[in-house]
């Protein structure tokens, strides 16, 4: 009956990685700098007692208090593959890494995947076609989309083509249909998702004209090999998503899937089926760190948004059974700080972890830094299945969280 929670807290990275100049990422540290903008008065008192603290790299975070120390195992992982993106750090946590880059479009999209894209969809033209912020591309060309009809397509430092559209005017069943054909159309070139960015018009009194919806859906590659996820469902067990997960692995090797909107909700789902699932893994994306204050470079709201993780923690430990692995990590960074442009940043993220109710000598608590994601599988898949296949991606920590 044993049970596992892996929190992805989206883009919440510990440090640039050695290879981070070469995606112009270095100095990134979206963990240190957040803590920083915030000052001696932030508080997030469950992760400090946790050791979040204590994970490589980590400086301002304060230790855990004496005089036990860290209650988890804490270290830091490595990305393997070469990328900074949600795809590719999720398939990484799951024991799937890439050996090449997904491709990335920075001068937009060619006519070879744009006009079949026209044609298939009845669609006379799209705005913008390049590089840009989401947000700020919205408000730039929103009006001229409702007048025109003629989607926003836009993409960014990832592997992504994002459809922006008015729902009002536009219809969400529409924009859905024309990502899947998009889908279709880039599936032989490779392009890691294609994401429905729906907005409406924002409420009177807002500083912006329109706002983003929660209706966002992303539709993925299929992963290139099986996934830790895979082996679970083909061996019976259940695999629950909770936020974008299904969509992140196109709808393979999750027998539940729970959409959320935002944080909150998404620890509200989570709570909800610590306290119900007998056996299994919860696997958790936490998107708004990213969504809402990575890539819109506010390092205090990201800050109040820990704040807020924080403040619902003893809840869903509350729910907890004895034995319960639970993991803490990330996809990749999003430096708020960060001195260029909008997007990812290249870095290590953390990994807390630890059996509820299962005591760890404070000497043997350090998991260092490890060599790849995919580390958390290997751990959730020995846990749930018992053993692990030969050829398995990433090397288990279970034996260092104690029996």
Not at 33 to 55: E, F, K, Q, S, T
Not at 214 to 227: E, G, H, I, Q
Not at 239 to 252: H, L, S, W, Y
């Amino acid at each position: 009956m044993a049970r596992a929670f892996v929190i992805v807290l989206d883009s919440l990275g510990v440090g640039a990685l050695p290879d981070a100049e070469a995606f112009g990422d270095a100095g990134a540290h979206t963990l240190d700098h957040i803590a920083g903008h915030m000052g001696a008065d932030w508080r997030i008192p469950n992760l400090v007692r946790l050791g979040l603290g204590a994970v490589p790299g980590v400086e301002a975070v304060p230790p855990a208090p004496e005089p036990d120390g860290p209650r988890a195992a804490t270290g830091r992982l490595a990305e393997r593959s070469p990328g900074k993106d949600t795809s590719t750090g999720h398939w990484e946590l799951m024991g799937c890494s890439l050996d090449a880059p997904f491709p990335v479009y920075p001068e937009g999209f060619p006519p070879e995947i744009l006009e079949p894209f026209l044609e298939r969809c009845g669609l006379d033209g799209v705005l913008c076609n390049g590089p840009a912020s989401g947000t700020e591309v919205i408000e730039r060309l929103g009006a001229e989309h409702i007048a025109t009809g003629r989607p926003i397509i836009y993409t960014s430092a990832d592997s992504v083509f994002q459809v922006a559209v008015h729902v009002p005017t536009y219809g969400l069943d529409r924009l859905y249909e024309h990502c899947r054909v998009a889908r279709e159309i880039l599936d032989p070139y490779g392009v890691g998702r294609v994401i429905a960015r729906p907005f409406v018009d924002a409420e009177e009194g807002s500083a912006q004209r329109f706002r983003r919806t929660y209706d966002r859906k992303d539709f993925s590659m299929v992963p290139p090999r099986p996934t830790v996820l895979d082996r679970l469902v083909a061996g019976g067990h259940e695999v629950v998503g909770v936020g974008k997960i299904e969509d992140i692995f196109a709808g393979r090797g999750v027998t539940r899937s729970i959409h959320t909107e935002g944080n909150d909700d998404g620890m509200a789902h989570t709570i909800r089926v610590a306290a119900e699932l007998e056996a299994g893994l919860c696997f958790v994306n936490l998107v708004d760190f990213d969504m809402l204050f990575g890539h819109r470079r506010d390092p205090g709201g990201y800050g109040r948004a820990l704040e807020a993780f924080d403040a619902a923690f003893p809840a869903f430990e509350a729910q907890l059974r004895p034995g319960d692995l639970v993991v803490l990590t990330a996809d990749h960074g999003n430096d708020p700080c960060h001195p260029v442009g909008t997007d990812h940043t290249r870095e290590y993220v953390p990994v807390v972890a630890w059996r509820h109710g299962v005591d760890v000598p404070a000497a043997d608590r350090d998991l260092g830094t490890r060599a790849s994601f995919a580390d958390v599988g290997a751990t959730v898949e020995e846990l749930l299945a018992g053993e692990l296949p030969a050829d398995v991606e990433g090397r288990s920590f279970l034996a260092e969280l104690g029996a």
